[in-house]
């Protein structure tokens, strides 16, 4: 009965964490889990669907590597040392930012504690650069953290020398961001080689000194000294320390929130305090990390950089009202009533006040959800329901949308809310009508939609989940004539949209 998945993770969480790898049966079942979990990540990143921020995917992915890294201090060399060139795989995937920074977070930790490792860790800088690509730049965010990777090793010189030299030839690639993540390895490698005094390279002292150098005097105030500082500024680089912020509140709350993950992915401490029966093994460090990374803010550079930040970000770890409303237009005034500004934009655009609410909370492409608010706006929706605001921030959103998320009004209402949503718009008079095909749905062509309708579109695979069905007043699917199975979600609300503004168009004629 519990809509809410976040105490059921915790719970899983903890067990995990109880679980003792000098035990052979945890031990077994622990390395079980980890390469069923890594499988998974693979079989997610064969599929050819799409792979959008905040998909279905890339929350799978992201909630596959969280896992890992809660197991990864209990599994043993011989475990890691089998499966590390997996993990080292993985990274050449096309990933969003908060999956690579845990992918990069696990290879630094393994490196740490096995420094004997480095030699696989080489080999992932030597594949043919097709291969590589962008996705390089993981490897070379492990190696800004070289330090903490040779804490444990005695002999550093020879690892800061191969470092050296694998970093310096990515400072030439024709790829600007390539070049960017390089020099930021750079800085670090050869700021310890300074301090270690490696005597192979004072010969090449001058020329790295100085193309650092000419990097932090970049002049101008152009994209490239631009991203120079942001990249340097951004909390992976600046702020983020792989062992002192290993902690529970990193890898569940703060870094999804840093990485600008779904605030539905975030867990708040709050949560794994309600399980306080558990005992906790003492050299987990639970709770908090440091201040320091806790007080930071989402940073405006990453992979997938938006090219805008969030001009507002609710912290809230809990959600009191089931849906928040924002006036998106820029030149709006504060205190104006909301419906006054709604009536007020229909009338100048001479169109009539429409009783009709789109909810496309379950579609989780930013594609579908520009073209349904273009198409919404176009036929005078009175609002769009999506599950996240951030989607407006999307280019591939604002590619398909044409400005209309600045007309139209927006609600978010996430999954784990829509019941009561739903519920509230019913108790408002409001016909809950979903875009389904079933065994007792209505033929669109026959259907005659009242007044008030909230249309409800499905999922882009799975559809309307089973859950929410019988939430439902009634269910209409659009007659094909084809042998494939659906249209597209995007399309099939659109034709849901037109056909009701047909009906109440015709209405008010007669």
């Known amino acids: 009965t519990n809509r809410d998945d976040h105490n059921v993770r915790v719970c899983a969480i903890k067990f995990l964490c109880l679980l003792d790898g000098s035990n052979t049966l945890h031990k077994t079942f622990m390395e079980d889990i980890f390469i069923k979990l890594l499988d998974k990540d693979e079989e997610v990143s064969r599929s050819r669907t799409r792979y959008y921020a905040?998909?279905?995917?890339?929350?799978?992915?992201?909630?596959?590597?969280?896992?890992?890294?809660?197991?990864?201090?209990?599994?043993?060399?011989?475990?890691?040392?089998?499966?590390?060139?997996?993990?080292?795989?993985?990274?050449?995937?096309?990933?969003?930012?908060?999956?690579?920074?845990?992918?990069?977070?696990?290879?630094?930790?393994?490196?740490?504690?096995?420094?004997?490792?480095?030699?696989?860790?080489?080999?992932?800088?030597?594949?043919?650069?097709?291969?590589?690509?962008?996705?390089?730049?993981?490897?070379?965010?492990?190696?800004?953290?070289?330090?903490?990777?040779?804490?444990?090793?005695?002999?550093?010189?020879?690892?800061?020398?191969?470092?050296?030299?694998?970093?310096?030839?990515?400072?030439?690639?024709?790829?600007?961001?390539?070049?960017?993540?390089?020099?930021v390895a750079l800085k670090k490698i050869w700021g310890m080689c300074r301090m270690l005094h490696v005597e192979e390279f004072e010969a090449l002292t001058p020329v790295i000194e100085s193309s650092l150098q000419q990097v932090e005097n970049m002049h101008g105030t152009g994209n490239a000294r631009r991203n120079w500082q942001r990249i340097q500024d951004h909390f992976f680089f600046a702020t983020f320390h792989p062992l002192k912020d290993y902690s529970l509140e990193a890898i569940f709350y703060i870094l999804p929130r840093l990485s600008e993950l779904a605030e539905d992915e975030w867990i708040s401490l709050s949560k794994f305090d309600r399980f306080t029966d558990i005992p906790l093994p003492p050299a987990f460090q639970w709770y908090h990390s440091r201040t320091e990374l806790r007080d930071l803010k989402p940073s405006d550079w990453s992979q997938q950089d938006m090219g805008s930040s969030s001009s507002?970000?609710?912290?809230?770890?809990?959600?009191?009202?089931?849906?928040?409303?924002?006036?998106?237009?820029?030149?709006?005034?504060p205190s104006l009533d909301l419906e006054m500004v709604f009536q007020d934009r229909a009338a100048k655009l001479g169109k009539s006040n429409?009783?009709?609410i789109v909810v496309a909370s379950l579609i989780d492409k930013p594609t579908n959800l520009g073209g349904l608010c273009r198409t919404s706006e176009i036929f005078g929706a009175s609002a769009l329901v999506v599950g996240s605001l951030h989607y407006i921030q999307d280019k591939q959103f604002q590619h398909l949308s044409v400005s209309a998320e600045q007309w139209l009004p927006l609600v978010e209402v996430k999954p784990s809310q829509l019941v009561d949503y739903l519920q509230q718009k019913k108790n408002e008079g409001y016909t809950i009508i979903g875009v389904e095909q079933t065994a007792k749905s209505f033929d669109l062509t026959e259907y005659c939609f009242p007044e008030k309708s909230l249309l409800l579109l499905g999922n882009e695979h799975e559809g309307i989940p089973a859950n929410?069905?019988?939430?439902?007043?009634?269910?209409?699917?659009?007659?094909?004539?084809?042998?494939?199975?659906?249209?597209?979600?995007?399309?099939?609300?659109?034709?849901?949209?037109?056909?009701?503004?047909?009906?109440?168009?015709?209405?008010?004629?007669?």
């Open 54 to 183: 905040n998909s279905l995917q890339h929350r799978i992915k992201n909630r596959v590597w969280q896992t890992l890294l809660i197991l990864l201090p209990k599994l043993d060399q011989n475990f890691l040392c089998g499966i590390l060139d997996k993990v080292f795989q993985a990274g050449f995937s096309n990933n969003q930012a908060s999956v690579k920074y845990f992918i990069e977070w696990i290879v630094i930790m393994s490196l740490h504690r096995y420094p004997q490792f480095l030699n696989k860790f080489w080999d992932c800088f030597s594949y043919d650069e097709e291969k590589l690509k962008t996705s390089i730049c993981t490897f070379l965010s492990v190696l800004s953290h070289f330090d903490i990777i040779l804490q444990n090793t005695p002999e550093k010189k020879p690892a800061l020398k191969k470092a050296l030299i694998v970093v310096l030839q990515w400072c030439f690639n024709h790829n600007f961001s390539v070049r960017l993540y390089a020099l």
């Open 312 to 333: 507002e970000t609710d912290s809230q770890t809990e959600w009191t009202d089931v849906q928040k409303k924002i006036i998106p237009w820029k030149n709006s005034t």
């Open 354 to 356: 429409s009783r009709l």
């Open 468 to 510: 929410l069905i019988h939430h439902l007043d009634v269910c209409v699917e659009i007659p094909q004539q084809g042998i494939i199975r659906s249209l597209n979600v995007h399309v099939s609300g659109a034709l849901l949209i037109w056909e009701y503004t047909r009906q109440q168009v015709i209405k008010q004629k007669q």
